[in-house]
């Protein structure tokens, strides 16, 4: 009887190996979760995770916004091996997701984003959370929408995340907000403020 219910057990898992090799990774790494991070509206853009993409592409750059709004976005720029980028936007409305929109971004849109990128700190720490420093009673903070910030290179992967009303610095506001216009949305920036 003893053989009976092993074998029954292994049967059992071998039924399970191929559902968990087939499972869609994780959005967001193991760190970055068990910090805290990866709220959960990213997941609703179906965008692929970038912490497992590296040598699919030289280099990637995303920005998520959501939270406290029923829609939310992404934007992600692709660099491919030649050294072309290519961008893709993405809207989750609140009741359904949208078509991915590809557009085309220029080689001064990039200079002009990796110049913000550095003045801004991103990606300096890992993971990075963006906490207020403000102190008091007028130091509260009760909504506002969270920004993610991702990149993925032969550097490795790196996640930053922060309130654009609450937590985030001009600085890595100027980031999202050109990642904004190279995606030809310059109505979002309104959710930066």
């Known amino acids: 009887m003893a ?5 029954v057990a292994a049967v059992a898992l071998l039924g399970v190996v191929p559902a968990i090799a087939d499972a869609k990774p994780s959005l967001f790494p193991q ?3 068990a910090a805290g991070g990866g709220p959960s509206f990213p997941t609703k853009l179906d965008e692929p995770p970038l912490w497992n993409s590296q040598g699919q592409t030289t280099q990637r750059i995303r920005l998520f916004i959501g939270g406290s709004t029923k829609a939310s976005w992404s934007v992600r720029l692709d660099q491919s091996q030649d050294g072309r980028w290519m961008g893709y936007f993405r809207e989750h409305d609140g009741h359904r997701l949208r078509p991915l929109v590809r557009f085309s971004v220029s ?3 990039v200079q002009e984003l990796e110049a913000l ?3 801004s700190k991103l ?5 990075q959370f963006w906490q207020s420093t403000a102190t008091g009673p007028g130091a509260i903070c ?4 969270t920004v993610i910030f991702e990149t993925v290179s032969s550097a490795g992967y790196r996640y930053s995340e922060g309130n654009a009303q609450c937590t985030l610095a001009p600085a890595q506001l100027a980031v999202a907000a050109k990642l904004m216009r190279m995606a030809g949305h310059t109505d979002l920036e309104r959710l930066l403020h």
């Open 3 to 7: 053989h009976h219910v092993t074998l």
């Open 31 to 33: 760190t970055v979760l």
């Open 107 to 109: 080689g001064v849109d």
């Open 117 to 119: 990128i550095a003045k």
């Open 123 to 127: 990606w300096e720490i890992y993971p």
């Open 142 to 145: 009760l909504d506002g929408m």
